[in-house]
């Protein structure tokens, strides 16, 4: 099995845990989707790279909203690896606004 296949078999299990308990494994699953995009990026998979982020940001804020401390770091890093992932596309402006949030929280 590849590394990206295990990663994206990861996240499936990490999935059907938080839907049995909603908020027990959000920030694991937040963290596999963040393993996955670093798998993606490898791969030139761009398009599901920045779905696998964005996922892992959405999640990430929903934490940070019930709980700041432990999880803002976290979403400060996939913050700015969204920037870095945004500025290897070419899209500068969104990129500088993700950066820009993430030195904000660090």
């Known amino acids: 099995m590849e590394a990206r296949d295990c990663d994206s078999h990861a996240v499936l299990l990490w999935r059907s845990l938080v839907a049995e308990k909603p908020g027990s494994y959000t920030s694991d699953l937040a963290a596999q989707l963040g393993n996955l995009g670093i798998r993606l990026l490898n791969l030139n998979q761009h398009k599901e790279l920045l779905r696998a982020t964005e996922e892992s940001i959405t999640l990430y804020r929903s934490l940070v909203e019930k709980n ?22 070419n899209r500068h402006e969104e990129s500088l606004g993700a950066t820009e949030e993430s030195i904000t929280l660090y």
């Not at 700041?68 to 596309?89: D, R, Y």
């Open 68 to 89: 700041p401390a432990p999880h803002t770091p976290n979403l400060a890093k996939q913050l700015g690896n969204l920037g870095i992932q945004l500025s290897n596309l």
